[in-house]
């Protein structure tokens, strides 16, 4: 059974630092890899969809990597900005389902 | 494309109540996903469908909890009698793809249940 662990589980930064979020996961034999931004209350954003063949997906001031054979995956956040605070979710796909880390909480402090 | 659309936003009910909870998914998406996403367990898949056929339900928590998706437009979650541990937040999400692929998941905003 997949498992998905998400460290650190809340971060707190002051604005403009560059920061990594970590994400590993115990079963190699995955299709892709998405992480996911949720605001309080609200519902989950698609960030970055990094496909098993690849290395690393980029957006903006985010840049998402994965190494399958290691089990790990790591979100970049360049640049922080207070509005980029929220919780951030890694999730594995398979086949037949996405499944999710419990996620780490970020605050950017202006 | 107006998204994966779930409705209501909000269901507050009463103990015992039937509760049906509602998704549209994105026109030309395959697979159809339903989670729930509570503080203890985080995230979890209830079911799964494939082509509107349900592949995987093992998620669904016990015989109260069923599932159907009669088109490819709709699916509908529904909770016969409600129970309070049932309250939790319910999202719907689809994919274009299936066994073997897919091409990254779009979620709803949610159905916050509540049970009284």
């Known amino acids: 059974k997949q498992e998905v662990t998400q460290i650190p589980a809340a971060l707190s930064v002051p604005e403009g630092e560059n920061l990594v979020l970590n994400c590993s996961f115990t079963?190699?034999?995955?299709?892709?890899l998405q992480w996911f931004r949720q605001d309080p209350g609200k519902g989950l954003t698609s960030l970055l969809l990094i496909q098993s063949s690849q290395r690393e997906q980029t957006s903006g001031r985010l840049n998402a990597s994965l190494d399958k054979s290691s089990g790990r995956s790591t979100l970049y956040i360049a640049a922080s900005q207070p509005g980029d605070s929220a919780t951030y979710l890694c999730a594995v796909g398979s086949a037949r389902q996405l499944t999710f880390g419990s996620g780490t909480q970020l605050t950017v402090l202006p | 494309d107006a998204g994966v659309i779930q409705s209501p936003r909000h269901e507050v009910t009463e103990m015992g109540q039937e509760v049906t909870l509602r998704c549209k998914p994105i026109?030309?998406?395959?697979?159809l996903f339903w989670y729930r996403q509570t503080m203890m367990r985080g995230l979890e898949l209830l079911i799964y469908f494939n082509n509107n056929v349900p592949i995987d339900d093992s998620g669904m928590p016990e015989d109260r909890f069923s599932a159907k998706m009669p088109n490819a437009s709709f699916s509908t979650l529904k909770i016969q009698p409600s129970e309070p541990r049932d309250s939790a937040v319910y999202f719907c999400?689809?994919?274009?793809?299936?066994?073997?692929?897919?091409?990254?998941?779009?979620f709803g905003s949610g159905t916050r249940l509540t049970v009284v």
């Open positions: 999400a689809s994919s274009l793809g299936g066994a073997g692929r897919n091409y990254g998941y779009t």
């Open positions: 026109s030309g998406h395959n697979s």
């Open positions: 079963d190699s034999a995955i299709y892709n």
